[in-house]
């Protein structure tokens, strides 16, 4: 059965704070990892990552994928409170579907 | 963890007709489910919210005469895409909200549609 697994499913952190998320899944057929930032209405994209190693960077966010070890990371940086969010990670397979995560849930407080 | 099932995943229709997409929270009851369309570079767009029992509420721009949603019980809601044309293929995402429980959301897997 495909999957995918988020930690931690909650998270609170002062501004400033450098935050980890992470991201593992077991799918048949993976095709690429996709990040979003889920504020209010629709997630937001963040990321796509389909390459081994190779980290992507947006401002204080980054992310990278293991996919040796199936899993991928995304890093804030600094946080503010406007990173306060639910994390989405999700996986796409050859088979055109997609798998999401249940989400982390970050608190950013003053 | 909870379960959200599309049916059917992929679909082909010819230009003209009308293609019905059911969303199914397998293992929870849904008071609220949300249908989602997928833009290429990924971003997800709202289509509308649904609450069990009342209407649907549509974003600013989605035809509600052309998707239509219906959330008849708290496991099922249906997307229907009427007089589909080649410009509404796309790949549509539901996802069930348990009822109490604000921020979690399950996605579907998706369902592809190309129209001819």
């Not at chain 1, 081994?52 to 960077?57: C, R």
């Not at chain 2, 019980?73 to 109490?100: K, N």
């Amino acid at each position: 059965e495909d999957k995918v697994v988020q930690s931690p499913l909650s998270l609170v952190v002062h501004e400033g704070d450098t935050v980890t998320l992470n991201c593992s899944y077991e799918v048949t057929n993976f095709r690429s990892l996709l990040w979003y930032k889920q504020e209010k209405k629709a997630p937001t994209f963040l990321f796509m990552l389909t390459s081994s190693g190779i980290e992507k960077k947006s401002g204080r966010l980054s992310s990278i994928l293991d996919k040796k070890e199936l899993f991928s990371i995304l890093n804030i940086t600094a946080t503010q409170t406007g990173d306060s969010a639910v994390y989405l990670c999700a996986v796409k397979t050859s088979y055109d579907k997609v798998i999401f995560g249940p989400g982390t849930s970050l608190s950013v407080i003053p | 963890g909870a379960v959200v099932s599309q049916h059917p995943s992929r679909v082909i229709c010819k230009s003209g007709t009308s293609v019905k997409i059911e969303c199914r929270s397998l293992d929870f009851q849904a008071t609220t489910m949300f249908w989602y369309r997928q833009f290429p570079k990924q971003s997800l767009m709202l289509m509308a919210t649904s609450n069990e029992g009342s209407k649907a509420t549509y974003e600013q721009g989605v035809e509600k005469d052309k998707f239509l949603i219906n959330h008849a019980s708290l496991t099922l809601s249906t997307l229907t895409v009427t007089s589909a044309h080649p410009e509404d293929s796309s790949f549509y995402i539901c996802s069930a909200r348990e009822g109490g429980k604000r921020e979690t959301q399950y996605f579907g897997p998706g369902t592809r549609l190309l129209v001819l």
